[in-house]
């Protein structure tokens, strides 16, 4: 069966600091891969996805990147990490094309709580 | 602008009563429109999928409508649980740009 891991499950970090976060899935070959944040009181805002090895698509401007180094490794990551950039950072992956048909929907990795203080 | 908005923002209940939230949306054209159920601290889990021509579908406890002419969805839940306790998520996806663009989410809290 395919799992989706993430962590840390919680991290606090200073302003200025670098960032790191991975997910990586298993029980599946060639996801897509997708990058969200949840912001309080906000609907989840996605800000990257890979259909592949070393393919990034970046949704908005931000302070932070994503890297694919391995087929079922995610990485978001930061140089500087600003205080806008707390929140809930959540994985998820779906399995085939994209656009991944209609019927797919995601499979979330359990989050991890981001505070920069 | 693809919108999706649900209400109420919280709800608190008694264990063993019913409920329902409601998610209106704006996405056009319209591909489907899926609940999610997240616990706190957690990410989202998926609840079921509607199609535009599906009304009714139900998951156990669970029963989801779709209007697909006002643009309205509806998740009832029975017989209310503890661990019903979480905020519920409505998301539409739009055929248009492939896009799915997410509520802010119903917080449930049910009381014993």
């Known amino acids: 069966s395919q799992t989706i891991h993430q962590w840390p499950a919680t991290l606090v970090q200073p302003v200025g600091s670098p960032l790191s976060l991975e997910c990586t899935v298993e029980?599946?070959?060639?996801?897509?891969l997708y990058w969200y944040r949840q912001a309080a009181g906000r609907g989840l805002q996605l800000l990257f996805y890979?259909?592949?090895?070393?393919?990034i698509s970046s949704e908005v401007p931000q302070n932070l990147s994503a890297s694919r180094p391995q087929d079922r490794q995610f990485i978001l990551s930061s140089k500087k990490l600003l205080l806008s950039d707390s929140g809930f950072y959540l994985c998820?992956?779906?399995?085939?094309?994209?656009?991944?048909?209609?019927?797919?929907?995601?499979?979330f990795g359990s989050g991890t709580r981001l505070t920069v203080v | 602008k693809n919108q999706v908005e649900q209400s109420p923002q919280s709800l608190i209940i008694l264990e063993g009563k019913n409920c329902t939230l409601q998610c209106n949306y704006t996405v056009s054209p319209f591909s489907n429109l899926r609940w999610y159920k997240q616990d706190t601290g957690r990410g989202p889990v998926s609840l079921t999928i509607m199609t535009f021509s599906e009304n009714t579908k139900s998951n156990g406890r669970y029963t989801a409508t779709l209007d697909a002419d006002t643009k309205q969805s509806s998740l009832h839940i029975t017989a209310s649980q503890l661990s019903d306790s979480a905020s519920y998520i409505c998301v539409v996806r739009s055929s248009g740009t492939y896009k799915y663009i997410f509520g802010t989410g119903t917080r449930l809290k049910v009381l014993a």
């Open positions: 029980g599946t070959s060639n996801p897509n």
């Open positions: 890979s259909v592949g090895i070393g393919q």
């Open positions: 998820a992956w779906i399995q085939g094309l994209h656009p991944p048909l209609s019927s797919y929907g995601y499979t």
